[in-house]
């Protein structure tokens, strides 16, 4: 062991900002905004690919997974999401909304894996996958074993199903939940009330 | 360099070093599995701890197996305290949403409001004055002294050390009272608006800010003088919940638990943001990944912290008649008294209130050194007044992945020492 720490497993800067990570597997786009590197990868290859940005780009570090659901980006009549209580649309156009209409999605729901290289510079990467509704992805437990919690996290509050997850089960909600709270079509308000004196 | 529990006779007396091979248990790697032969010996108590436990800092629950004394099997449930931060951030618009961060974890809650403006800047690209810059790092730095006398004191008093809880609390109301001073309010403050700080800073911050700083040392030298030599603290804490450099990175430990570990990273040095690559401090890092390491790097965070508020009061002093806040008036309120004469300020400051302020598509991931460590706001605009989508990495919620591992050949009594050494806040870890 050296004086700095622990041997950490570091692999050889490589120059440049996306064009370096053209080798991942199942690559679909390469985007680079706000400094932040996206790869959107073809959701049946994402092992492969998280396990090439683990073992030859040195992305040993799994920050996060964020699920997103894009249900009704940029329209209107979303549950829950357009209009206030007093019923006022503020998400058209031209009126007090958008400026402009956001860039349409590829599908409906994005899972993006926040992956970090412990060395000089603090590379970070977002490997970004598209599902549609049911549609399974493949767990990376076994690539980091951090990713546990995170994807039974996507799967409780966003309904992202992950194959091959070893225990796949809600986390934040109770068991016997019904519904994926974080997604885009879920009411708002007016859940059912338990123990209510009418039962 | 190598350590072995120091308690004889848990398991095989010549166990392996702990940087040997991994710990995290096999299948799935949170939950740690009683061994089949040993349940069917039948000799196995299952019982709750928590959720309504004094040492459970909240409400976790851990349902843990017992053959004995040790702890044979445990699995972590937590949720009690979900609220749907994440969901409610969606409703509000990205002003109002300011004030949800800091709520989600409420000891390191300046941190966490940092995470998120920095993400709204991010998007907006705007230019935020030095002024506010230095600001926010003193109030980051008192915070993060703030989280770790709290840590230290319920962490103490968990394995048995009262006192030691009345006097971090000493420190704990002297930091409380400058946030008072600055903000109006002790905790909770939405201080930080995307494009500077609320407020100016007030007249007597900075003498009694320094007052705090020659106060605080002194305060870090009596807790070691408490503890650092004490027998039953030392028995307690050194080679227990062990955690080697390789699991801890495996299980996305950061902070504190994860430079225990023997891990020299910190985002704050190696991914600067605000002005962090402009002051002078040192990264504590030890290596035998136990609870006494995990002490010891809170201990020598603070004196650091310390070491970061006294540059940053040195620099604000030379800065007393700038701007605090950017001077961009579709994104900051106007001044309060140009409300009066001006009919665009009021113009502004009226559509500011009511409909927010728009926010460019995009999508940014923002990470800041939490006291806790990694603490990531990823934020997804569509362009309107509102998040799109609001998620938080919870440095808390991850720290607790890996109990198991810590947990494995350990007595009933450590788990206390192991969870509360883990630092969690379950605030953030359900949000």
Known sequence: MTAEGAPLRRTPARPGGAERYLGVPGLVETKEEHGEVTLIVDAPRLLEACRYLRDDMGFW??????????????????????????????????????????????????????????????????????????????????????????????????????????????????????????????????????????? | MTVTSRRPGIDAPDRPPIYEGTRIPANIPTILEVPQALRDAGDVLEINFGPNHPSTHGVLRLVIELSGERVVGLRAVVGYLHTGFEKTMEQKTWWKAITYPERIDYLAFQNNELGFVLAIEKLLGIEVPRKATWMRMLLCELNRIHSHLVWLGTAALEIGAISMFWYTFRERDSVLDLFEMVTGVRMHTRYFQAGGLAEDIPIGFYPACRAFTRQMPKGVDEYESLVDRNGIWLERTRGIGLLSADDAIALGQSGPVLRASGINWDLRKDEPYLAYDEVDFRVPVHFHGDVYDRYRVHMEEMRESTRIIVQCLDRLEGMQDEPWIADDRKVVLPPREELHTSMESLIHHFKIVTEGYRVPEGEVYVAVESPRGEFGCYVVSDGGPRPWRVRFRAPSLVALEATATCMTDALVADLIAIVGSLDTVMGEVDR
């Open chain 1, 61 to 199: 570090f799994l920050s996060d997974i964020s699920a997103t659901d894009y249900l009704g980006w940029g329209e209107k009549e979303v549950a829950g999401y357009i209009g206030t209580a007093s019923g006022r649309d503020i998400n058209t156009l031209s009126s007090q909304g958008y400026a402009r209409k956001p860039e349409p999605k590829p599908k409906r729901f994005a899972m993006n894996y926040h992956l970090l290289a412990l060395r000089e510079g603090a590379p970070r990467v977002r490997v970004q996958v598209w599902l549609d509704d049911s549609e399974q992805v493949d767990s990376v437990v076994p690539v980091w074993p951090t990713a546990d919690w995170h994807e039974r996290e996507a799967w409780d509050l966003m309904g992202i199903p992950v194959a091959g997850h070893p225990n796949l089960t809600r986390i934040l909600m109770e068991d016997d939940w019904v519904g994926h709270p974080l997604r885009k079509d879920y009411p708002i308000g007016g859940e059912p009330v338990r123990f209510s004196g009418d039962e």
